[in-house]
């Protein structure tokens, strides 16, 4: 096994009084895309916010390579609609080369945006331009919180072939959130099922040929749906630990 970039053990957080995660136990190798789903609500962002390091937990650790650079693109951003900011201004807080910022505007294939003003930028430019920012730094890690949200279907696909493009060229690893199960399904090494725990994880063919995937996502199309109920035959409340995980197929068939 390749030595991790990341890796959290028994990873917990408590906020504003409630347990909003509990025993994360995660990793992420170089160059694997890693992908978390899980219902609105089930810690995904508080997940990546303790990974990137702006959060800290409550129980467990999170581990970084020695060095790790991370390349950050988050859920949203606030911009400020009564100051004037031009993407050439928003790359600069990443780096100062006029030259490489212009390189890695092409690089995602949003060429010569640098005069246009950030808040003028189309949902699929926008995301474009916050993804060459996260390249600017050279990261090791690139981590994307729902990064494709708000654009259509053939605008998403084309985020996320991007982003394998950009792994294989950098050889960076990529750890996402995302709704989007046929992406998921299309672009994860691993995906990790969250739902204040980790519900379920493994490869998406054998992730998806559990039944326990099936109860919770459902089949075919209608399975993206299926994530926005994910129902669960279990409670949540702190304290309930008799119930039942839904595992990958080879870990079931060890115990059969
Ligand atoms: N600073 C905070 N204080 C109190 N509660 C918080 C805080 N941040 C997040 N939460 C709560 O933690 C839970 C998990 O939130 P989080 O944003 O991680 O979920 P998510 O899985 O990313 O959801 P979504 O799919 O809707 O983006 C939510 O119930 C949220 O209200």
Do not use: W
């Amino acid at each position: 096994m390749s030595a991790a970039l990341i890796e959290t053990e028994g990873l917990g957080v408590s906020l504003g009084g409630s347990r909003i995660l509990r025993d994360v136990s995660i990793r992420v190798a170089r160059g694997e895309i890693v992908t978390i789903v899980g219902p609105n609500g089930s810690g995904k962002t508080t997940l990546v916010r303790l990974v990137i390091g702006a959060l800290r937990p409550t129980e467990g650790a999170v581990r970084r390579a020695p060095g790790l650079v991370i390349g950050y693109v988050p859920q949203r951003l606030a911009i400020d609609h009564t100051m004037p900011l031009s993407v050439a201004r928003f790359l600069a807080f990443a780096s100062r080369d006029r030259a490489a910022r212009t390189r890695a505007l092409a690089h995602v294939g949003a060429p010569g945006l640098e005069r246009r003003q950030m808040i003028d930028l189309s949902g699929g430019q926008f995301q474009r331009v916050m993804l060459a920012h996260a390249l600017l730094r050279r990261p090791d890690l690139l981590v994307l919180d729902e990064a494709a949200q708000g654009l259509d279907q053939p605008g998403t696909a084309a985020f996320y072939r991007l982003v394998e493009t950009l792994r294989a060229e950098l050889g960076c690893a990529v750890l996402m959130v995302s709704h989007d199960l046929h992406v998921v399904m299309a672009a994860s090494d691993r995906v990790i099922c969250l739902n204040g725990h980790v519900c379920c994880e493994g490869a998406p063919m054998h992730v998806s040929a559990a039944p326990e995937y099936r109860a919770l996502f459902g089949h075919g199309t209608g399975g993206t749906m299926a994530l926005y109920r994910h129902e669960h035959d279990h409670a949540h409340g702190d304290g309930d630990h008799a119930h039942h995980h839904p595992r990958a197929p080879e870990e079931a068939e060890e115990e059969a």
